[in-house]
């Protein structure tokens, strides 16, 4: 007994997809099951670029991230330390506290 070797696939597309598959396999001198095979290769092909780009772009902003953490001098992140001490004691003077017994008390009392 001899075993098939493919499988039939059947679906549905509108005539006018169905006028342009048969006109192009022919133009290739293919049947329309070596043309779907063909598409269908190249598709694969696309999704695999397209899945190694997606890839390629996280790696990049993840490197990106790991760059710019790396890129602080010791300056820079003296500068961010003053900037953020400025604020906060800016707030606590809004908020009348003006010792770090005040700044324990009101925390407490949150």
Same mark, same amino acid.
């Given at each position: 007994?001899?075993?098939r070797v493919t499988?039939?696939v059947g679906f549905s597309? /509108? /005539?006018?997809?169905y006028? !342009?598959?048969?006109? #192009?396999?022919?133009?290739e $001198?293919?049947t329309?099951? %070596?043309?779907?095979?063909?598409?269908?290769? #190249?598709?694969?092909?696309?999704?695999?670029?397209q899945?190694i $780009? @997606? !890839?390629?772009w #996280?790696?990049e902003? #993840?490197?990106?991230?790991?760059? !710019?953490?790396?890129?602080?001098?010791k300056?820079? @992140? %003296?500068? *961010?330390? $003053?900037?953020?001490?400025?604020?906060g004691?800016? $707030?606590?003077?809004?908020?009348?506290?003006?010792s770090? %017994?005040?700044? *324990?008390?009101?925390?407490n009392?949150?």
């Amino acid at each position: 007994m001899n075993k098939r070797v493919t499988k039939v696939v059947g679906f549905s597309v /509108p /005539p006018s997809l169905y006028s !342009e598959l048969v006109f #192009i396999a022919k133009e290739e $001198q293919k049947t329309k099951s %070596e043309l779907f095979r063909d598409m269908f290769d #190249i598709y694969k092909r696309f999704r695999n670029t397209q899945r190694i $780009q @997606e !890839e390629h772009w #996280i790696r990049e902003v #993840i490197a990106e991230g790991k760059r !710019e953490k790396k890129a602080f001098t010791k300056e820079q @992140e %003296e500068a *961010e330390y $003053q900037e953020l001490l400025s604020y906060g004691t800016a $707030q606590a003077k809004k908020l009348g506290l003006t010792s770090e %017994e005040d700044l *324990e008390r009101y925390l407490n009392e949150q």
